[in-house]
Protein backbone atom coordinates (compact mmCIF):
# COMPACT_ATOMS: atom_id res chain seq x y z
CA UNK A 1 0.00 0.00 0.00
CA UNK A 2 1.35 3.47 -1.11
CA UNK A 3 1.69 6.17 1.63
CA UNK A 4 -0.16 9.25 0.04
CA UNK A 5 1.93 12.30 -0.62
CA UNK A 6 1.06 14.93 1.48
CA UNK A 7 3.02 17.54 0.84
CA UNK A 8 1.97 17.37 -2.72
CA UNK A 9 -1.74 16.80 -1.47
CA UNK A 10 -1.47 20.29 0.19
CA UNK A 11 0.34 22.02 -2.21
CA UNK A 12 -2.51 21.16 -4.58
CA UNK A 13 -5.12 22.34 -2.36
CA UNK A 14 -3.31 25.68 -1.53
CA UNK A 15 -3.08 26.14 -5.51
CA UNK A 16 -6.67 25.67 -5.85
CA UNK A 17 -10.39 27.85 -5.83
CA UNK A 18 -12.47 26.90 -3.45
CA UNK A 19 -15.38 26.08 -5.69
CA UNK A 20 -17.56 23.47 -3.36
CA UNK A 21 -19.85 26.44 -2.81
CA UNK A 22 -23.55 25.86 -4.47
CA UNK A 23 -25.52 27.85 -2.67
CA UNK A 24 -24.26 31.04 -4.12
CA UNK A 25 -26.33 33.73 -5.48
CA UNK A 26 -26.58 33.85 -9.29
CA UNK A 27 -28.58 37.14 -9.82
CA UNK A 28 -27.71 40.33 -11.99
CA UNK A 29 -27.23 41.96 -8.48
CA UNK A 30 -24.85 39.42 -7.43
CA UNK A 31 -22.61 38.93 -10.67
CA UNK A 32 -22.09 42.93 -10.53
CA UNK A 33 -20.70 41.87 -6.76
CA UNK A 34 -18.34 39.68 -8.00
CA UNK A 35 -17.23 42.17 -9.98
CA UNK A 36 -16.75 44.82 -7.23
CA UNK A 37 -14.72 42.45 -5.00
CA UNK A 38 -12.64 40.74 -8.16
CA UNK A 39 -11.56 44.35 -9.02
CA UNK A 40 -10.35 45.13 -5.29
CA UNK A 41 -8.37 41.48 -5.67
CA UNK A 42 -6.74 42.01 -8.85
CA UNK A 43 -5.56 45.37 -7.88
CA UNK A 44 -3.75 43.90 -4.87
CA UNK A 45 -3.07 40.98 -6.71
CA UNK A 46 -1.53 43.56 -9.46
CA UNK A 47 0.56 45.96 -6.64
CA UNK A 48 1.88 42.66 -5.21
CA UNK A 49 2.83 39.44 -6.86
CA UNK A 50 2.57 40.45 -10.64
CA UNK A 51 4.28 43.80 -10.03
CA UNK A 52 7.38 41.65 -8.55
CA UNK A 53 6.92 38.90 -11.48
CA UNK A 54 7.20 42.26 -13.78
CA UNK A 55 10.47 43.68 -12.80
CA UNK A 56 11.89 40.11 -13.08
CA UNK A 57 11.07 39.85 -16.61
CA UNK A 58 12.26 43.59 -16.77
CA UNK A 59 15.97 42.16 -16.39
CA UNK A 60 16.77 42.82 -12.51
CA UNK A 61 16.55 38.71 -11.56
CA UNK A 62 19.31 38.77 -9.83
CA UNK A 63 19.34 41.45 -7.52
CA UNK A 64 15.06 40.30 -7.17
CA UNK A 65 15.26 36.37 -7.28
CA UNK A 66 15.25 36.12 -3.44
CA UNK A 67 12.49 39.00 -2.92
CA UNK A 68 10.16 37.46 -5.39
CA UNK A 69 10.87 33.69 -3.95
CA UNK A 70 10.32 35.25 -0.76
CA UNK A 71 7.98 37.66 -0.85
CA UNK A 72 5.55 36.89 -3.77
CA UNK A 73 3.23 34.80 -1.65
CA UNK A 74 -0.25 37.10 -2.74
CA UNK A 75 -1.35 34.42 -4.90
CA UNK A 76 -5.02 35.03 -6.47
CA UNK A 77 -6.36 32.08 -5.06
CA UNK A 78 -5.16 33.36 -1.72
CA UNK A 79 -6.55 36.64 -2.00
CA UNK A 80 -9.87 35.21 -2.76
CA UNK A 81 -9.91 32.61 0.15
CA UNK A 82 -9.18 36.05 2.42
CA UNK A 83 -11.48 38.01 0.75
CA UNK A 84 -14.04 34.97 1.64
CA UNK A 85 -12.74 34.96 5.21
CA UNK A 86 -13.39 38.39 5.85
CA UNK A 87 -16.74 39.51 3.87
CA UNK A 88 -20.12 38.38 4.24
CA UNK A 89 -20.65 37.03 0.50
CA UNK A 90 -23.71 35.12 0.79
CA UNK A 91 -24.71 37.16 -2.30
CA UNK A 92 -22.43 37.80 -4.13
CA UNK A 93 -21.76 34.91 -7.08
CA UNK A 94 -18.87 33.26 -6.10
CA UNK A 95 -18.68 30.86 -8.89
CA UNK A 96 -18.32 33.88 -10.98
CA UNK A 97 -16.17 35.72 -8.89
CA UNK A 98 -14.10 32.39 -8.45
CA UNK A 99 -13.56 32.37 -12.65
CA UNK A 100 -12.35 35.69 -12.71
CA UNK A 101 -10.27 35.82 -9.88
CA UNK A 102 -8.48 32.30 -11.57
CA UNK A 103 -8.91 32.86 -15.39
CA UNK A 104 -8.06 36.75 -15.40
CA UNK A 105 -4.62 36.67 -14.01
CA UNK A 106 -3.87 33.22 -16.29
CA UNK A 107 -4.85 35.17 -19.15
CA UNK A 108 -3.33 39.11 -18.64
CA UNK A 109 -1.09 39.14 -21.46
CA UNK A 110 -3.19 37.77 -24.11
CA UNK A 111 -6.13 40.24 -22.16
CA UNK A 112 -3.52 43.24 -21.65
CA UNK A 113 -2.49 42.74 -25.47
CA UNK A 114 -6.30 43.51 -26.76
CA UNK A 115 -6.45 46.08 -24.21
CA UNK A 116 -3.29 47.84 -25.62
CA UNK A 117 -4.27 47.71 -29.29
CA UNK A 118 -7.08 50.33 -28.48
CA UNK A 119 -5.32 52.21 -26.19
CA UNK A 120 -4.10 55.73 -27.37
CA UNK A 121 -1.04 55.40 -24.72
CA UNK A 122 1.34 52.94 -23.30
CA UNK A 123 -0.66 50.43 -20.85
CA UNK A 124 1.43 50.73 -17.86
CA UNK A 125 0.31 54.36 -17.98
CA UNK A 126 -2.78 53.58 -17.19
CA UNK A 127 -4.23 54.24 -13.21
CA UNK A 128 -4.21 51.02 -11.77
CA UNK A 129 -7.78 51.00 -11.09
CA UNK A 130 -8.81 51.78 -15.11
CA UNK A 131 -6.01 49.13 -16.16
CA UNK A 132 -8.55 46.54 -13.83
CA UNK A 133 -12.06 47.44 -14.99
CA UNK A 134 -10.55 46.96 -18.67
CA UNK A 135 -9.09 43.58 -17.62
CA UNK A 136 -12.37 42.66 -16.63
CA UNK A 137 -14.31 44.58 -19.34
CA UNK A 138 -11.58 42.24 -22.09
CA UNK A 139 -12.24 38.91 -20.23
CA UNK A 140 -15.94 39.36 -19.82
CA UNK A 141 -16.43 40.31 -23.66
CA UNK A 142 -14.15 37.59 -25.22
CA UNK A 143 -15.10 34.61 -22.56
CA UNK A 144 -18.68 35.48 -20.83
CA UNK A 145 -20.16 35.58 -24.32
CA UNK A 146 -23.92 34.76 -22.47
CA UNK A 147 -23.49 38.57 -21.28
CA UNK A 148 -24.44 41.00 -24.14
CA UNK A 149 -22.30 42.84 -25.05
CA UNK A 150 -23.84 46.34 -23.71
CA UNK A 151 -24.62 45.22 -20.85
CA UNK A 152 -20.39 44.36 -20.33
CA UNK A 153 -19.40 47.88 -21.34
CA UNK A 154 -22.26 49.47 -18.87
CA UNK A 155 -20.77 47.28 -15.78
CA UNK A 156 -17.44 48.49 -16.73
CA UNK A 157 -18.50 52.04 -16.35
CA UNK A 158 -20.34 51.44 -13.33
CA UNK A 159 -16.79 49.76 -12.00
CA UNK A 160 -15.10 52.78 -12.78
CA UNK A 161 -17.68 54.95 -11.69
CA UNK A 162 -17.70 53.22 -7.99
CA UNK A 163 -13.93 52.77 -7.85
CA UNK A 164 -12.17 55.00 -10.35
CA UNK A 165 -11.46 58.82 -10.95
CA UNK A 166 -14.71 60.59 -12.58
CA UNK A 167 -12.72 62.00 -15.48
CA UNK A 168 -11.99 58.22 -16.92
CA UNK A 169 -15.03 57.27 -18.36
CA UNK A 170 -14.68 58.90 -21.89
CA UNK A 171 -11.27 56.49 -22.04
CA UNK A 172 -13.13 53.59 -20.34
CA UNK A 173 -15.80 53.67 -22.65
CA UNK A 174 -14.33 54.58 -25.89
CA UNK A 175 -11.85 51.69 -25.09
CA UNK A 176 -14.11 48.97 -24.00
CA UNK A 177 -16.14 50.34 -27.31
CA UNK A 178 -13.42 49.07 -29.81
CA UNK A 179 -12.99 46.04 -27.67
CA UNK A 180 -16.32 45.42 -28.18
CA UNK A 181 -16.01 45.75 -32.30
CA UNK A 182 -13.50 43.35 -32.04
CA UNK A 183 -14.48 40.87 -30.21
CA UNK A 184 -18.10 40.95 -30.40
CA UNK A 185 -18.40 41.76 -34.12
CA UNK A 186 -20.93 38.95 -35.30
CA UNK A 187 -23.51 40.00 -32.16
CA UNK A 188 -23.19 43.74 -32.60
CA UNK A 189 -23.78 43.40 -36.36
CA UNK A 190 -26.67 41.47 -35.55
CA UNK A 191 -27.98 44.11 -32.89
CA UNK A 192 -27.48 46.46 -35.59
CA UNK A 193 -29.71 44.37 -38.12
CA UNK A 194 -32.36 43.63 -35.53
CA UNK A 195 -32.09 47.44 -35.14
CA UNK A 196 -32.81 48.17 -37.95
CA UNK A 197 -35.90 45.72 -38.70
CA UNK A 198 -37.53 46.47 -35.99
CA UNK A 199 -37.21 50.76 -37.16
CA UNK A 200 -38.36 49.59 -40.67
CA UNK A 201 -41.48 47.95 -39.15
CA UNK A 202 -42.16 50.71 -36.59
CA UNK A 203 -42.47 52.71 -40.58
CA UNK A 204 -44.58 50.91 -41.67
CA UNK A 205 -46.89 50.56 -39.18
CA UNK A 206 -47.30 54.39 -38.87
CA UNK A 207 -47.38 54.33 -43.05
CA UNK A 208 -50.27 51.97 -42.63
CA UNK A 209 -52.30 54.34 -40.56
CA UNK A 210 -55.17 55.85 -41.38
CA UNK A 211 -55.09 59.59 -41.62
CA UNK A 212 -57.23 61.35 -38.90
CA UNK A 213 -59.57 64.31 -40.00
CA UNK A 214 -60.68 66.84 -37.67
CA UNK A 215 -64.18 67.59 -37.66
CA UNK A 216 -65.23 71.24 -38.13
Known amino acids: MTTPNTNQTDATATDS??????????????????????????????????????IQQDGEQDQ???????????????IAARTRATNAMHTVHLGYYHELMRDIPKQI???EGIISRHLDRDINRLDMVERVVLLIGAYELKH???????VVIDEAMKLN??????????LI????????GELRAVEIK???????????????????????????
Open 64 to 78: TDNLINHHSTNAPHD
Open 17 to 54: FDISETSYKTTHTAVRKARRFTLQGLYEWLMTDRRFAT
Open 109 to 111: DEL
Open 144 to 150: SLHIPYK
Open 161 to 170: THFGATDAHK
Open 190 to 216: ADKQASEKSGKQEDKQDQSKPDTVDDD
Open 173 to 180: NAVMDRMA
